[in-house]
């Protein structure tokens, strides 16, 4: 008997479109503008309108082919896939210039990548005729068996596929994975909150943000009585997002959510990080690791290292419903033994709903609000 609902965000409440749009944007950032590799400074703006952020997205993400793989190896976080993407289009323009510059890419590639190495290579890149394609992640990543956090490591391979460096720091979260992380976060929650975000400034101002554009992917009202009748059931409930605090609290007080939950019992992925500094661990929390899920199950009172510890799967795992609308949440779901609700409203839409057959998911929803048929 199921007593408890944890809920996923992105793709089963809200839309992920917006999350997408700033990935694709802050990829597009850094590969152009003076502040980070200054490809074509000329060409970038902080201003832009839906069509120009449509093109840009479409040309990053190859019309989303590249999303769909990372979703369809495991990987859940827009913050890896942005890191993921743009490394690999930096591995792609230094190969250009390896000819010449071997000695310099191979010292840029066994330190750690920040600002000061960033411009660097900027004033390196500023000298030769490069150019992007951003086809080539879908090239560089086919047919690799590394999948969920493991696809970092790629990036290693990559680095002595192309230069035959090794010890590179690229396949784990170093300096450019957090350059990548702000760089994001300026598009996403824009200058008003970008410091409450992340506890620094824009690097570049001028961004709006679209916090204030979310989209819930059904009727506030009607997720809130979602919410309100499996709370009378006697169910309890919890949210495990990738999403940091500002973007999931904000959207959720915004839209009569947040009363509805024990904030105790809602784990973003600011509690995820702090717990991998904590643990000082090399092993990502992030989904598919099912600490997300099993922090918002016991408790953000409970010890991070208890909760790592938790054996597996759960002795009560049937008890426990998960609902997500990715392969990293399934994963999550089934190495702790609970049952799990796919939800087709991601971005793979209904096409998701083979992946879940496939993987054995307990229950298929066109929208979240089906739920409610479990429990009537």
Excluded at 19 to 46: C, N, Q, R
Excluded at 148 to 172: C, H, M, P, S, W
Aim: glycine share 10%.
């Amino acid at each position: 008997m199921i007593r408890t609902v944890l809920f996923d965000v992105d793709g089963v409440l809200l839309s992920e479109e917006r999350y997408f749009d700033a990935s694709g944007l802050t990829v597009w950032e850094m590969i152009h503008s003076s502040h980070y590799l200054g490809l074509a400074p000329e060409k970038f703006k902080t201003t832009l309108s839906d069509e120009e952020i449509t093109r840009i997205r479409a040309e990053v993400f190859r019309n989303d082919q590249v999303l769909r793989h990372l979703k369809s190896q495991g990987m859940n976080a827009n913050w890896d896939m942005i890191y993921l993407t743009f490394t690999c289009q930096l591995l792609h323009l230094l190969s250009q210039i390896k000819e010449k510059e071997a000695g310099k890419i191979r010292e840029w590639l066994t330190h750690e990548i920040d600002y000061e190495v960033l411009g660097d290579i900027r004033g390196i890149l500023a000298n030769y005729q490069v150019s992007t394609d951003f086809g080539v992640f879908l090239k560089d990543f086919a047919g690799r068996p590394e999948t969920k956090q493991d696809l970092l490591k790629v990036l290693d391979q990559l680095a002595f596929e192309k230069f035959g460096i090794t010890g590179t720091a690229l396949g784990r979260k170093g300096a450019l994975w957090s350059v990548c992380e702000h760089a994001s976060q300026e598009w996403y929650v824009g200058d008003q909150h970008i410091l409450a975000s992340t506890g620094k400034p824009s690097v570049q101002t001028g961004k709006k943000g679209f916090l204030e554009e979310e989209i819930p992917l059904a009727g506030p009202e009607e997720i809130a009585d979602l919410f309100s009748y499996l709370s009378e059931k006697g169910l309890n409930l919890g949210v495990g997002t990738g999403r940091p605090q500002l973007e999931t609290y904000g959207p959720f007080r915004a839209l009569g959510w947040l009363p509805l939950f024990d904030e105790n019992h809602i784990v973003t992925a600011d509690e995820v990080l702090k717990a991998e500094g904590e643990l000082g661990s090399a092993t990502p929390l992030a989904k598919p690791n099912p600490f997300t899920y099993l922090f918002a199950l016991e408790g953000k009172q409970t010890s991070v290292r208890d909760c790592v510890n938790t054996p597996l799967p759960l002795e009560n795992g049937k008890e426990v419903l998960i609902v997500g609308d990715s392969l990293a949440d399934l994963l999550a779901a089934q190495k702790m033994g609970c049952v799990f609700a796919g939800i087709l409203t991601g971005l793979s839409g209904k096409e998701a709903r083979v992946e879940f057959e496939a993987h054995g998911a307990d229950y298929i929803f066109e929208n979240v609000t089906d739920l409610k048929t479990i429990f009537m």
